[in-house]
Every structure is written in C-alpha cells, then in structure tokens.
C-alpha cells in the first residue's frame, strides 16, 4: 500500500511539474525573449490580421506570387502531407500535373526546368517559403498581370531581392522569399 501511496504522489508532483511548471515557464521565456514569434507572428494590416509570417496562405489570383502547393489545402489544423513516396504513381502524376500548370500560369516554355518547391508540398503542408528561383520564374507573370512598365519591374525584381532570406546559419536550406511578405509588399508598389 505504501508503494501505491508513494506512486502516486510521485504521479501527482510529476504532472504539476511537467504539465503545469515548465509549460508556464518555457511560455514566459518564450514571451519575453521572443514577443512577436511567442503570439504567432501575426501580420497587421491596418488594425487587421491578415495572416501569419509561419504559415502559408493560398493567392489564387494571377496578381500576386503563389506559395508552393499544400497537400492540406494550406488549412493549418491539422497540417500534414501526403505521404506519398518517391515511387508513388499518384505522386509522380500529381506533380506533372504541377508542373504543366506552373508553366502555363507562367508562360514558360514547355522544356524549362521548374524548381521543386513549385511542384511539390512541403512535409507541413503550409511552409510560408518559396525559393529565390521560384519567385524570379513568376515575376514576369505578376509583373504582366500588373501591367507595370520597365521601371515597376525593376523594382519588383529589387523588391524579390530585398525579401530574400539566405541559408539558415549560412548552410541549413537555400535562399527562400516569404510569400505573404512578398505580397505585402507588391500591393505597395
């Protein structure tokens, strides 16, 4: 008897410490170090959340750059993948189908290499990135769509160079544009 009376005390100090303690103390840690990233990295629009810096958001229209594809429709509750593998005929049939579509939205010629990003979902489903090459291969769509003159164009592609974001520590991924900023960012030009 005693043995449960001293199991389950442990159970009881183990819960309040692990379950109520240091969740409490990672979440002041986390606000006071990191504020902004701690509450989501919401972005604001005059007084409005328009959306979060972590996650990615689907632009259907031609205007603006669009995010990589989402096997989860970019709904992020619950995210996820598809779990197709490399050998799946399923996964080889939908990313050709990206492929086409990315080179027509485009108008790019059929035998250009498209970047990976642009045709395949990333493991969560809502990655907010696309690569450097994925956003230069899409300018001169936006930028037609725009209808910007050489000069707005210009600034579109420093604009694309500005928003790039190098390598994690210099040599974790590759250089990446947050598309929710880049957006942003274009409705201002």
Avoid: C, W
Avoid at 48 to 73: H, M, T, V
Avoid at 82 to 87: A, E, F, R
Avoid at 130 to 139: E, G, P, R, T, V
């Amino acid at each position: 008897m005693k043995l449960i009376i001293k199991s389950i005390k442990l159970l009881l100090f183990m819960t309040i410490l692990l379950g109520l303690i240091y969740p409490v103390f990672i979440f002041l840690i986390a606000k006071i170090t990191y504020p902004d990233k701690s509450a989501g990295s919401f972005i604001q629009t005059g007084g409005n959340i328009i959306g979060s810096e972590l996650i990615a958001q689907k632009f259907d229209s031609s205007i603006y750059f669009q995010p990589r594809p989402s096997a989860i429709d970019y709904q992020p509750m619950p995210s996820g993948a598809s779990n197709l593998g490399p050998t799946s005929l399923q996964l080889k049939n939908i990313s050709d189908s990206l492929r086409l579509a990315y080179l027509q939205k485009n108008n790019l010629p059929e035998n250009t290499k498209v970047p990976t990003d642009a045709i395949f979902a990333s493991g969560s489903g809502i990655d907010p990135h696309i690569s450097y090459l994925n956003a230069i291969m899409q300018s001169n769509r936006v930028a037609a769509s725009r209808n910007f003159n050489d000069s707005k164009k210009k600034q579109l592609n420093d604009l694309i160079i500005k928003l790039t974001e190098n390598p994690q520590f210099g040599f974790l991924g590759e250089q990446r544009i947050n598309v929710l900023l880049l957006n942003i960012e274009l409705d201002k030009l």
